[in-house]
């Protein structure tokens, strides 16, 4: 089993930025691709970007592509989102989830586990 919590979320304005933190737990963190989702009232949760095991490999979804920066601190068994650019359709909760080591999928059911989520709302 492997535990995240995600923190860092909050109301920005447009144009602001944002960090966001996946602290887990559990089994050796090191082992597990991880990734941020986001979904916005009314709409499925979707791929927001992800970062290999062992952080050589990164993915992007074209909306945030050039804004956001998924990073990772295996010794400190975090993962960071970095939002710059903050517009107000990145309004959403923000979810990291982990599956273990190889591909780098965007679907939601490719992941095993999931944190709660954090709240970033952004105002024009």
């Known amino acids: 089993q492997v535990q995240l919590v995600e923190s860092g979320g909050g109301l920005v304005q447009a144009g602001d930025s944002l960090r966001l933190s996946c602290a887990a737990s559990g089994r050796t963190f090191s082992n597990y691709n991880v990734a941020w989702f986001r979904q916005a009232p009314g709409n499925e949760r979707e791929f927001v970007t992800g970062?290999?095991?062992?952080?050589?490999?990164?993915r992007y979804a074209d909306s945030v592509k050039g804004r956001f920066i998924i990073s990772r601190d295996n010794a400190k068994n975090t993962v960071y989102l970095e939002m710059n650019s903050l517009k107000p359709e990145d309004t959403a909760v923000y979810y990291c989830a982990a599956r273990p080591l190889g591909r780098l999928p965007v679907g939601v059911r490719d992941y095993d586990y999931w944190g709660q989520g954090t709240q970033v709302t952004v105002s024009s």
């Open positions: 970062i290999t095991a062992r952080g050589e490999g990164t």
